[in-house]
């Protein structure tokens, strides 16, 4: 019985792999992969990042396609768990067609996973990973254009600082990302002579009530949350419910219209709310629009928090890629030849940004608008203003 | 079948009924009353004498230099609305509790799945208002109209979600209901997982969301001010929001119903015949498998329920909003007594009430080191602390476990 | 095809040489196959499951020593390091055998529910994290804020007394959860732990402050390995470099040593383990499983035997966590979540509570069909996607395929799926263990009665 089952189970196994294991051999086949996570509760922004990527390879992809090359996008899925990526890393570097990984949106696997592309050479542009360890450690292969935890905690506390915030209550939603900006911001704060009233971490998503309690006894003028919008929003509505009338800050985990469908009016009351972002607006950046646009039409839902990032990733790989296969004489670069030309990419105009990279692959100049939150439509989040505009360069 | 008739209809039987019927209505109403009062109370007096304690110490100056008031008296200012918000997120926990120690007690076995199915109630009930929305007759919708369509949410959510648990048990744990104890549990575990990625799955082919917003319509989120305390600089507002009151009701409602239908009707009897002995019920005539049936029906239209009003008060969901108040339902359930329906509803609030209280004051009475971020673990850190001393909960019977 | 006819092949399997050859033929295969393709997914699962046949087939016991010691410690590690995604397969596969071992000493042989186990396998990997990276210097830092260039507390090399340290706290954890708990009845049980699980969690999370011990969410790196001696690199390419096409870098060294350690810490489980069901031990814990008041009734004393299952299941977690910290340089809260705790649990049903191969068995089919199977679906869809490729009778082309249909977006979908279909029509697992059986057999001789 059990040899029966042994038999028909790895019968099983053969059939599964038989499918998963064909790899088109073609030699001009460029492949990409994404890492983030796809399934479990942090996928809604983990698909936005791969769908961002799919995007921009649809878009940008055009001279490669012309070069003759084929270019395909291998998407994994990273489970937001360390083992996970690691083992996917793994598997993406041992397929010699993948010249660039776009990915992780979690610092806890990006940090492990990225061990693996350093060893092998493949270069790793981050759209999402915040935390000052990802590119501290020095690798040629790891870039990211988000702002690091140390950036954009300083725009946020400069902001509040300009706007004669004296007193900040500083909520973090206890992940690598939150957690990271909120520090930065408290200590950013306190050099501006601000008080900081409360410095408080909750994995809590809809029961905020005893949290309220003391940022209502302390009354401050500003609250800080530093996280993503699902929780962020649902704190701030039930903090004007309960009378609170200061003013709102978070980050760039806030920058998305579903944001302003969870908070609603109250948002709009009081003091206001604010946001820091890289995504600016139309005036600045002209892809931002388009790009809401077409990830509209193409995925039937507006692009969530990261997403543009994920584009932006996608089209650095894909210039960096074109730059080494033009120096290769229309080869197929080396590995290590695209992570030199992504480090050597001179004022890439994407949709959040335009990016050069320092020595150790963060952006030289992070650009940062802090927006307002300005209408209780989600139709009109796009619409938002520019309140401030600062330039941050990453500390050495 | 005869024998039945006499000892369940007969006329006699009848009367003793109708005698019954008003005590056995509003028992639950005292017992309520008796368990927040009785809690809030305790609660307070423990996070007063703290108070009284480190107001002398350094805690005490550090709260002083900062808000310019004393530690006692922010902790006076602060009690009421703890109070009240620890009870309304209590009976959440209450509502969707009872689901667990329904089956708990019907089958002896964790339907783990109990959180899934909280959560396709929550989805279907605000599914439902979002096209209500679409189709204009939320904006503008007087304020009588604005409850009905409440309640309409509400009941297609209890529907979905007792239909659904009743095809669960039907698929997954009927055939497994004579293996060993721990097969049962991991089916529910599978179904939880299916279920959690049915929801995502269904909700990205239609919609394409995977954050679900309750509209914004009625005068739900109204607040009714009950007083103004003035502390330091600050003036303190002590309120209550309608969706609150919502959500005490209705769940206050629903426990009262239940109630009634286990303690003072036919089908009651026999959940209860069932409870203590499967066999011997099917004996006396019941049958056993609609009875069981019947149970996930009503624990799942009570999860169903507790999902909408969820919703309602939190106002965001996503495929995976029932975990943790599924998580914290089910704690209460073990702290109450598994199994009992009283201890659900016991454990329900005192689980909300701790947490409240906790998460509000560990803060300011730890001076910042440990915050709100504890108050999970303080939930559970209770729960060891009162299995320790109470191996059945806080009102379980001692039972041996059934082989 | 009637049964008969499979017996007469089951029992021809069984005779004289053949096994041997089948043995031989199916390694000889599976070798070849991952040596002609070495990314085909297919050759290296013909090669895994060589495993298998090893184990199922009737051979002399010194011959399957032989062999399965050739597979693991020659065939693995030099396929391993042609490519790097094989050895993490197996070493991912070895790592979740043990833990599933040790849970499976607590659930399989003492039937208590553990819904927190991970919580072990944490406490080893933060000892280790602590005392084996700079943490110690940035204990008055907030996260993400301390000073570079730090020194390491402790050397490298100390990584070895730490598997033994680790194997003591995490038994003494273990005993100290255990005593206040272990009276509660299984339900009561299965839902402590599985707060402590939280509570270990929750507690990773947040102590950095005060003292920022854990470093919070942004976890610790990076965590020291032990030294890895030239020597071995060096013989290693001297023997292997022609076979595994390249020279041999430390750090697939690494992978490989990392392998290996938890290759000699399996065996010493399944030696424990095996020891421990054949001894007074295991059968106290048997009678508990089964029937606890019959247990008492019998003498067995019961706490003192439900925190020995606790504390040697947890014990081997620790040990794992070490090794695990060492392995990956980086330890985060988020890898000891709730999920965690269940897969392992599912690992161990699935395979069969209670059975020592069944379990390793069980852990090695979630762990392909997480790492390798679905995701190689997906990517296959996603590849025929962005052909031109249409399904020939229905002419439906890939690309028009709703990228909402992802297998690997819907992996918890087909685990569960999974799940509840082996609890209905296998319960007892793949393998199940030899005393179920029995049992299973003398229930339907009474049935046929």
Avoid: C
């Amino acid at each position: 019985m059990t040899k029966r089952l042994l038999v028909v189970l790895s019968l099983l196994l053969t059939a599964g792999m038989a499918i998963g294991s064909q790899v088109s051999a073609a030699d001009k086949v460029i492949k990409i992969a994404t890492q983030s996570p796809l399934s479990g509760d942090q996928s809604a922004v983990g698909v936005d990042i791969k769908r961002g990527a799919e995007l921009a390879l649809e878009q940008l992809g055009g001279p490669l396609t012309k070069m003759g090359f084929k270019l395909e996008l291998a998407p994994f899925d990273d489970q937001a768990n360390p083992d996970t990526g690691v083992a996917n890393a793994k598997r993406i570097v041992s397929d010699p067609a993948i010249l660039a990984v776009v990915g992780h949106f979690n610092s806890g696997v990006q940090i492990p996973s990225s061990e693996v592309y350093h060893t092998s050479g493949l270069v790793n542009v981050s759209p999402a990973n915040t935390n000052p360890k990802v590119t501290t450690r020095g690798y040629l292969e790891v870039d990211r254009i988000v702002g690091r935890d140390d950036v954009q905690g300083v725009v946020g506390a400069d902001f509040a600082a300009a706007h004669k915030v004296k007193s900040v209550f500083v909520v973090h939603d206890k992940t690598a990302y939150g957690q990271g900006i909120a520090e930065f911001f408290k200590q950013r704060a306190q050099e501006k002579g601000m008080k900081v009233l409360g410095f408080e971490g909750t994995e809590e998503k809809a029961n905020f009530d005893s949290l309220l309690s003391p940022i209502l006894a302390g009354n401050p003028d500003l609250v800080y949350f530093g996280g993503m919008y699902p929780q962020a929003s649902v704190l701030f509505k039930q903090a004007r419910e309960r009378g609170y009338l200061g003013m709102f800050l978070s980050d760039d985990g806030y920058d998305s219209a579903d944001a302003v469908k969870i908070g609603g009016q109250s948002l709009l009351e009081g003091t206001g709310t604010f946001y820091s972002t890289v995504s600016g607006p139309a005036a600045v950046y002209p892809g931002t629009k388009k790009f809401i646009e077409d990830f509209k039409a193409k995925f039937n839902a507006a692009p969530q928090p990261f997403a543009a990032q994920g584009y932006d990733s996608m089209g650095i790989s894909l210039k960096a890629i074109e730059d080494a296969a033009k120096a290769n004489h229309n080869k197929i670069p080396t590995r290590e030849a695209v992570a030199k030309a992504v480090r050597a990419l001179n004022d890439y105009h994407g949709i959040t940004g335009n990016f050069t990279f320092n020595g150790i692959g963060d952006p030289t100049i992070a650009k940062y608008f802090v927006m307002k939150v300005n209408s209780a439509d989600p139709a009109k989040w796009n619409d938002n203003p520019v309140v401030q505009t600062l330039d941050i360069a990453p500390p050495k | 079948m005869e024998v039945r008739e006499i000892f369940l209809s007969g006329p006699p039987m009848k009367r003793y009924l109708k005698s019954i019927n008003l005590r056995e209505l509003l028992r639950p109403l005292g017992q309520m009353l008796l368990f927040s009062v009785g809690s809030t109370v305790i609660l307070s007096a423990i996070v007063l004498v703290l108070a009284l304690i480190l107001d002398k110490t350094v805690v005490g100056q550090t709260l002083f230099e900062r808000l310019n008031v004393s530690l006692f008296t922010y902790t006076l200012v602060n009690l009421p609305q703890v109070a009240i918000d620890g009870l309304t997120i209590g009976f959440v926990y209450a509502a969707i509790a009872l689901g667990y120690t329904m089956v708990y007690g019907v089958l002896e076995f964790i339907n783990f799945a109990h959180s899934e199915i909280f959560a396709v109630g929550a989805f279907v009930g605000v599914e439902i208002l979002i096209a209500l929305e679409k189709y204009g007759a939320l904006s503008g919708a007087s304020l009588f109209m604005a409850y009905a369509y409440l309640v309409l949410a509400i009941i297609a959510g209890m529907l979905a979600a007792g239909g659904l648990a009743v095809a669960v048990e039907r698929v997954a744990y009927r055939p497994l209901r004579h293996a060993s104890r721990l097969v049962p549990l991991i089916s529910a575990i599978g179904v939880s997982f299916l279920l959690q990625d049915m929801i995502r799955l269904t909700e990205s082919l239609t919609t394409g969301q995977f954050n679900r917003i309750f509209p914004t319509f009625g005068n739900f989120d109204h607040r009714i001010i009950l007083g103004r305390m003035t502390m330091g600089a600050t003036n303190i507002t002590l309120g209550v929001s309608i969706k609150s009151i919502i959500v005490i009701v209705s769940a206050v409602l629903m426990l009262m119903g239940l109630n009634y239908m286990v303690n003072a009707t036919k089908i009651g009897k026999a959940i209860r015949a069932v409870a203590q002995d499967h066999p011997t019920a099917s004996l006396m005539g019941i049958d056993v498998n609609r009875i069981i049936s019947l149970t996930f029906l009503v624990g799942g239209m009570l999860g169903g329920a507790a999902g909408v009003l969820y919703a309602l008060k939190f106002t965001r969901i996503d495929p995976f909003v029932g975990f943790f108040p599924g998580l914290k339902a089910f704690t209460a359930a073990v702290l109450g007594g598994i199994g009992n329906m009283t201890g659900a509803l016991l454990g329900g609030i005192v689980l909300g009430m701790l947490e409240t209280y906790a998460g509000s004051f560990m803060g300011v009475f730890t001076m910042g080191a440990a915050g709100t971020e504890y108050k999970d673990i303080f939930a559970f850190s209770i729960l060891i602390l009162v299995l320790i001393f109470r191996p059945q909960g806080l009102m379980g019977a001692n039972v041996a476990q059934k082989a | 095809m009637t049964p008969a006819f499979f017996h007469t092949i089951a029992k021809r399997l069984e005779q004289g040489m053949v096994p041997y050859i089948l043995i031989l033929a199916h390694m000889a295969l599976g070798t070849a196959l991952v040596y002609t393709s070495p990314r085909s997914n297919l050759a290296f699962l013909v090669l895994i499951t060589s495993f298998f046949s090893l184990y199922s087939l009737n051979a002399d016991r010194r011959f399957k020593f032989v062999a399965g010691a050739v597979l693991t410690l020659l065939i693995f590690p030099v396929v391993g390091v042609r490519n790097i995604f094989y050895l993490e397969v197996i070493f991912q596969i070895s790592v979740f055998s043990a833990l599933a071992l040790g849970l499976n000493i607590v659930v399989g042989f003492a039937g208590l529910l553990d819904l927190g186990y991970v919580a072990f396998y944490a406490v080893g990997a933060y000892l280790w994290a602590f005392f084996g990276s700079q943490q110690y210097y940035i204990l008055h830092f907030a996260p993400g804020t301390q000073p570079s260039h730090l020194p390491f507390l402790l050397p490298g090399d100390t990584f070895y007394l730490f598997i033994f340290v680790a194997i003591f706290i995490a038994a003494l954890t273990g005993i100290l959860l255990g005593t206040p708990v272990l009276r509660l009845r299984g339900d009561y049980l299965a839902i402590v732990t599985l707060g402590f699980g939280e509570v270990i969690r929750v507690l990773a999370n947040n102590l950095d402050k005060p003292l920022n011990f854990t470093n919070g969410p942004q976890g610790i790196t990076p965590i020291q390995r032990p030294t890895m001696p030239q020597f071995a690199v060096d013989a290693f390419n001297e023997l292997f470099s022609k076979i595994v096409g390249h020279t041999v870098s430390p750090a697939d060294m690494y992978n490989v040593m990392f392998y290996l350690f938890a290759l000699a810490i399996i065996i010493i489980i399944v030696f424990v383990t095996r020891r421990l069901d054949d001894s007074k031990i295991g059968r106290a814990w048997t009678a508990i499983r089964e029937d606890e008041t019959a247990a008492i009734a019998m003498g067995v004393p019961l706490v003192k035997m439900k925190l020995a299952a606790f504390a040697v299941g947890a014990s081997f977690a620790g040990a794992m966590g070490v090794l695990l910290a060492g392995s990956r340089t980086f330890i985060s809260p988020e890898s000891f979540s709730f999920m965690q705790s269940i897969g392992v649990l599912s690992m161990v049903i699935l395979g069969g509570s209670g059975s020592i191969p069944g379990v390793i068995l069980g852990a090695a089919v979630v762990t392909i069909l997480n790492l390798q199977v679905l995701q190689g679906l997906s990517l296959y869809l996603s590849q025929l996607r962005q052909t031109d490729a249409v399904i020939p009778i229905i002419h439906f082309a890939w690309a028009n395929l709703s990228t909402q249909l992802d297998p690997a977006k819907y992996q918890r979908l087909l685990f569960g799926l999974i799940l509840i279909l082996m609890m209905i029509f296998r319960p007892a697992g793949l393998i199940p263990s030899q005393r179920r059986k029995r049992e299973l057999a003398s229930d339907k001789a009474e049935t046929e009665e």
